[in-house]
């Protein structure tokens, strides 16, 4: 992991909305290395309270949010200890148009080198109805009853 010689640039808030079954995560770049050490405590004390076996994240980017491409590394370990846990789904929502197509590139990187599914959008609503239809798909995969949270 990233050794921590400056402090975290950039902000991170997360909150899982357990009736959605969806981790929301708020970004704002640029980001840092040390950030995702940030991250990690943030996000993974939220994914810490999830207990149901398939479930997606939002994650909202404000600002331009890149970091150095060495912390993709960081970010794609991340991402498959989260796909290990019932990630089932990820939607970017890409807030500012400064640098899309790098942003794109960027998130792209990350998520590119794993098998779950992804995709960016440009409001959260949209994105959240694509995390709906995949968090249903995953649940059917994984033969669960979605009032109960309980495997047949």
Known sequence: MVNKKFSAH???????????????ISLSGPFNLEFIL?????????????????????INVHGLALAPMEATADA???????????LVATAVVLHETEGLALQQKFWS????ASTLP??????????SDWLVEKIASGMQRHNVYQSRNITR
């Open 38 to 58: 940030k991250y990690q405590r943030v996000v993974g004390a939220e994914r810490e309270k999830i207990q149901v076996p398939c479930w997606a994240s939002l």
């Open 10 to 24: 950039g902000d991170v808030h997360a909150h899982f909305l357990q009736e959605k079954r969806i981790l929301s």
């Open 118 to 127: 992804f995709q960016f959008f440009s409001d959260s609503s949209a994105a």
């Open 76 to 86: 794609q370990l991340i991402v498959d200890e989260a796909v290990d846990s019932g």
């Open 109 to 112: 990187k990350i998520y590119d």
